[in-house]
């Protein structure tokens, strides 16, 4: 079955630091971006940041530049998201989507989600 | 970089009346453009791409038109599965960027 699974979500005081992970199966991992999107209670979709299948391109939106690390294990199909410095904004769930085109490194749309994980940032 | 902006941001519909959502994009996007649907709960499911295709097992009457900096996403009949909230997103450059959504509730 083609899916993706987060978790490492939970809550976390402001200045912590987090790892979030997707597994994914039933399709060839390393051919495909990897996109994380998150989304605050109540509010709509943020992109955060994107990897190419290599790993070897990386974007992120400016607010979590510096603080968020994407980074993917090809070998164990799986995307992580090293979050540091977390601020009560940061406060969302947390999805991974595959990218629809294989082998692209251009900005891409996408046609596979996990169900999310939660990150509360809160004293 | 690229701002969306989606309009309404509530649509009420009677089931099976046409409901026309837009979004506008900052800049021009080409026809680098996506829409997606998600219902209360769920996890967002692609519907349109490249401005007017239609994703895998999307139904006909969902259909979307466009080019540039406007775009529009058509349900032609609502059924009740529809009622949901409607993104749009552009991937013409980096960053990417999602619209604020369009709630489509019923009348």
């Known amino acids: 079955e083609v899916q993706l699974l987060e978790s490492g979500g939970g809550l976390i005081q402001p200045g912590g630091s987090l790892r979030l992970s997707c597994a994914a199966s039933?399709?060839?991992?390393?051919?495909?971006?990897m996109t994380w999107v998150r989304q605050a209670p109540g509010k709509g979709l943020d992109w955060v940041s994107s990897?190419?299948?290599?790993?070897?391109?990386?974007y992120y939106t400016d607010s979590v530049k510096g603080r968020f690390t994407t980074s993917r294990d090809n070998s164990k199909n799986t995307l992580f998201l090293q979050m540091t410095s977390l601020r009560a904004e940061d406060t969302a769930v947390y999805y991974c989507?595959?990218?629809?085109?294989?082998?692209?490194?251009?900005?891409?749309?996408?046609?596979?989600w996990g169900r999310g994980t939660m990150v509360t940032v809160s004293s | 970089e690229m701002v969306m902006t989606q309009s309404p941001a509530t649509l009420s519909v009677s089931p099976g009346d046409r409901a026309t959502l837009s979004c506008r994009a900052s800049q021009t996007v080409n026809s680098n453009l996506a829409w997606y649907q998600q219902i209360v709960g769920q996890t967002p499911r692609l519907l349109i791409y490249?401005?007017?295709t239609r994703a895998t097992g999307i139904p006909a009457r969902f259909s979307g038109s466009g080019s540039g900096t406007e775009f529009t996403l058509t349900i032609s009949s609502l059924q009740s599965e529809d009622f949901a909230v409607y993104y749009c997103?552009?991937?013409?450059?980096?960053?990417?960027?999602f619209g604020g959504g369009t709630q489509v509730e019923i009348k």
């Open positions: 039933g399709f060839t991992f390393s051919n495909y971006a």
């Open positions: 990897m190419s299948g290599s790993g070897g391109n990386i």
């Open positions: 490249g401005a007017s």
């Open positions: 997103q552009q991937y013409n450059q980096w960053p990417l960027a």
């Open positions: 989507a595959k990218d629809r085109v294989a082998g692209s490194t251009s900005p891409d749309y996408f046609d596979l």
